[in-house]
Structure formats: C-alpha cells, structure tokens
C-alpha cells in the first residue's frame, strides 16, 4: 500500500525517507492561509489548529489518491499567553519573530493525520516546548542574515538541526516533532499496518 505526503516540505520527506518509508510527495494544493485564518477567527487553540490543517491536507489528498495511506502534517508555534507565530513572510519579519522569542518558553504542536479514501483514520499531535535563550541584536540580525534561505520556511526561524539549535537553552521533546512531524508516533501506525516490518 503505498504512502503519499500531502506536502512539498523537504524536512518531512527527509525525515520519512531516513526512517526508511517509502513515500512519495505530492502537494495538497489545499488553501492552508484562508483555513487558518478562519479557525483563528473563531478561536481554535495552536494544537487543534495543527491538527485541523493536518487533517485538512490529508483528507483534501486522500480523496484523488485511491486505496493509498496519505499523510498530512502541520505545525504550529504558540507562546505561553496563546499568541501564536506562522512562518516569516522576509528578513525583517524573522527578526522581528526572533524579537519576541528571545528569553521566552515558546510550544510547538506538531500534528500528523493519516486519511484512507477520503476520511481520517489515524491521528497524533505531539508538543515540544521549547526555551530561547536572551538573544541580542547583533546575534538576530547576523543570524537573520546567514541563515534567511534556510529558515524562510520555518515557524519560529530556526532548524534545530542546524545552526537554530544556537537559540536555545531548554529544549523537552522529541527533536523530530521541533522538526515537523512526530515521527516515531507515525511509524507505530505504519508498523500496525503493515507498511513496516514490526
């Protein structure tokens, strides 16, 4: 049974591909700001606005992909007072972002649902909560400037993979959830499905 991506993200394709899932990429083509920005209007917190979009691409996917298992996934950033952060629109907006967070504890919801035929039949949200350290202009904008191109596509303007890692001075969950998806979560079910080998 074959497992699609309903994303274009190369950190999650990655992440799949290196666990040794077979899985193919194909875009949702879901409008994810015009949904997002409805949820928000009526007040849906940061975990279940994850999981929403997650579904949301699953589902949209599922139904033009026949018996195959299609996997969407979303994330998003809140700080402790709710106030929740998307991906930087340029340079001036990362830094403004990085502003925010700095010597902040900030949480990640990382949603992944998996739809068969048009309906979600598996589900999981997981949460890393993540503490950046005081950081000070010069840091931001050199920071800011050196890794743009890396982290354009990334809520809270870090790779924790890479030189983002340098932001923090806490970090309490799993670093594939940081990354985008709760991969180990994930690979029980494919396991429970057959996909894997158990």
């Given at each position: 049974m074959?497992?699609?991506?309903?994303?274009?993200?190369?950190?999650?394709?990655?992440?799949?591909?290196?666990?040794?899932?077979?899985?193919?990429?194909?875009?949702?083509n879901v409008d994810e700001e015009s949904l997002k920005d409805g949820l928000k209007s009526?007040?849906?917190?940061?975990?279940?606005?994850?999981?929403?979009?997650?579904?949301?691409?699953?589902?949209?996917?599922?139904?033009?992909?026949?018996?195959?298992?299609?996997l969407g996934a979303d994330q998003v950033l809140a700080l402790e007072d709710g106030t929740m952060l998307d991906k930087p629109?340029?340079?001036a907006d990362a830094?403004?972002?990085?502003?925010?967070?700095?010597?902040?504890k900030h949480k990640l919801f990382s949603a992944a649902v998996i739809a068969e035929e048009g309906r979600?039949?598996?589900r999981h949200v997981?949460?890393?909560?993540?503490?950046?350290?005081?950081?000070?202009d010069s840091f931001i904008a050199q920071y800011v400037e050196t890794e743009w191109d890396n982290i354009r596509h990334c809520?809270?303007?870090?790779?924790?993979?890479?030189?983002?890692?340098?932001?923090?001075?806490?970090?309490s969950g799993s670093q594939f959830t940081i990354m985008g998806l709760?991969?180990?979560?994930?690979?029980?079910?494919?396991r429970i499905r057959g996909i894997l080998t158990s």
């Open positions: 074959p497992v699609i991506l309903a994303s274009r993200s190369q950190a999650r394709l990655a992440m799949l591909t290196a666990a040794g899932v077979a899985v193919e990429a194909i875009a949702p009526e007040g849906i917190t940061a975990r279940n606005l994850a999981d929403a979009l997650a579904e949301a691409k699953a589902v949209r996917l599922s139904r033009r992909a026949g018996t195959a298992l299609v629109v340029d340079p830094i403004a972002h990085l502003k925010l967070l700095s010597g902040r979600p039949v598996w997981d949460i890393a909560t993540l503490s950046v350290r005081n950081l000070s809520v809270g303007c870090y790779e924790i993979e890479g030189r983002g890692a340098q932001l923090f001075s806490a970090i709760p991969l180990l979560h994930l690979l029980d079910y494919l």
